[in-house]
């Protein structure tokens, strides 16, 4: 990965302030990298990807309390404002918008949101109620701030990028929704900022996720059973790691695939390792000639409404 040298971005931190430095942003195409913070190499990747596409890029850095439950420790999450504006500017931000809760919920908390629906229960949203409720709410309200046209997210939070597909295509959003490839550190351990909680030994537990998923994508010629089994093979050989799910789903509907599907399916596993929960997944095409892949092949049709 390439840097873009450039100058430092503007920092907005109100509403006023965010929409004075958009109104100086020429051009058709304006991009948002949507973070909560602690940037990484991931991150450094959407902004990358969004600058080469896009007339300007904002990024927004806004940790967002709709999204933490009340077993998950808000204060706990990494705040690293400076290395992030770094990374900002190393990679050609335009603009960070990096707003306090008040200003993003002028009323305090929202009385109204954006539901997930029947999708935000699967998955994540059986681990985690509510959870992406709040994300959608502040994905919208922030489509809406930042009036940008393309919006990047990682393949890595793939229930998510389900979820905001769905959310731009049923309520008409005027938005691009594109996707990016996991990014992963050299030993395969997919990029988070909550691997900043992992001790030397828990990171070795770690990737025995990653492996996990690799092994279930090189038994995709052989159907769903196959790569299921491979998959939690590698699991049960670490008994460290505790697993909340290790599923082969649709990736519209997010239901298991049958033994005789073949296509394009989300390979996701969730675990906890030590105090840290982590989630990976890949996209898999099963069938003869299948294995992994980066992104799934039509993604604009992962809003689309269930097929069957």
């Known amino acids: 990965m390439t840097a873009t040298t450039t100058t430092t971005p503007v920092v907005a931190r109100t509403r006023d302030e965010l929409r004075a430095a958009r109104a100086a942003l020429s051009g ?5 990298v949507m973070t909560m913070g602690a940037l990484h ?35 706990r999450y990494p705040r690293t404002f400076d290395s992030d504006l770094e990374i900002c500017s190393r990679y050609g931000a335009d603009l960070v918008f990096a707003p306090t809760p008040d200003v993003i919920y002028q009323d305090g908390d929202p009385g109204v949101r954006i539901s997930a629906g029947p999708l935000g229960t699967l998955l994540e949203g059986h681990s985690r109620p509510g959870h992406f409720d709040g994300m959608l709410t502040v994905v919208a309200k922030l489509m809406h701030l930042s009036a940008g046209t393309r919006f990047y997210f990682g393949q890595k939070d793939a229930q998510q990028l389900l979820l905001i597909r769905r959310m731009v295509r049923d309520l008409d959003f005027p938005a691009r929704v594109i996707s990016v490839p996991t990014v992963r550190e050299p030993d ?10 992992l001790t030397e030994s828990d ?9 996990a ?17 491979a998959a939690r093979g590698v699991l049960v050989a670490e008994p460290l790691v505790l697993v909340d799910y290790l599923v082969l789903v649709h ?4 239901r298991d695939v049958p033994e005789w599907y073949r296509g394009e399916a989300l390979l996701a596993v969730a675990g906890k390792v030590g105090t840290t929960r982590l989630i990976d997944n890949l996209p898999v095409l099963v069938g003869p000639g299948g ?12 809003g689309a409404a269930e097929p069957m």
């Open 41 to 75: 190499e991931g991150h450094a990747t959407l902004i990358e990807q969004a600058r080469a596409e896009a007339d300007h890029v904002i990024v927004t850095i806004f940790l967002n309390p709709l999204q933490f439950g009340p077993k998950e420790d808000l204060s």
């Open 188 to 197: 395969g351990l997919a990029m988070s900022s909550r691997n900043t909680y």
């Open 251 to 254: 990736p519209t509907t997010l």
């Open 203 to 211: 990171r070795e537990v770690a990737l025995s996720l990653s492996r």
């Open 213 to 229: 998923l690799r092994a279930g994508a090189a038994a995709a010629p052989e159907g769903p059973s196959a790569i299921r089994r």
């Open 28 to 32: 058709k195409e304006i991009a948002v």
């Open 291 to 302: 294995g992994a892949l980066d992104v799934f092949s039509n993604p604009d049709d992962l």
